[in-house]
């Protein structure tokens, strides 16, 4: 799999073209073994063996490959990016999908109206697909070790 050319002069309007430059950083750089970069995020092998193949206008190499894994992408059918996920990074990435909830605004209107807390945090409140699943599955949500209880405890005449 290759990252198109996404110059405006080869294609007038490149989905990834931005502020001048490719957002998603094609053509990498040539290098020789895969390496982890200074953010946690890898730096793949991209040798620089003289392996060209021609498209159109636009000689293609090492550094417009995407990284892919070939049986993913022969058993689906379909283009599958794949990296490696091993950063804090890209695992807090990975969680803020998994977990994201819709989108929520909150307003307030300056008054003398009493505030509902209850009814604002039920408004709020948002459980996704992946919560869902472990509640409808009853699985722990968190482990607490030792065991936690809250305990009813009331001052006297209250």
Same mark, same amino acid.
């Given at each position: 799999m290759v990252h198109g050319r996404c110059l405006p002069e *080869? #294609?007038?309007?490149? /989905?990834c073209w931005a502020d001048g430059k490719c957002s998603k950083r094609y053509p990498k750089e040539f290098c020789e073994v895969t390496i982890f970069g200074e953010d946690g995020y890898p730096l793949y092998a991209r040798p620089n063996n003289g392996c060209?193949?021609?498209?159109?206008? $636009?000689?293609? #190499? @090492? /550094? #417009?490959?995407?990284?892919? @894994?070939? $049986?993913l992408t022969a058993k689906y059918k379909c283009h599958i990016n794949v990296e490696i996920c091993t950063s804090i #990074?890209?695992? /807090?990435? *990975?969680h803020k999908y998994i977990y994201k909830g819709y989108d929520y605004t909150t307003m307030e209107i300056a008054g003398d109206q009493e505030r509902d807390e209850i009814r604002e945090y039920l408004d709020a409140q948002f *459980?996704?697909?992946?919560?869902?699943?472990?509640?409808i599955f009853e699985f722990s949500m968190h482990a607490e070790f030792p065991t936690v209880y809250g305990l009813p405890v009331h001052l006297p005449d209250q």
């Open positions: *080869i #294609d007038p309007s490149p /989905k060209t193949f021609q498209k159109g206008n $636009y000689t293609y #190499d @090492n /550094k #417009d490959v995407v990284p892919h @894994n070939a $049986y #990074d890209s695992v /807090k990435y *990975i *459980i996704g697909s992946a919560e869902s699943c472990w509640h």
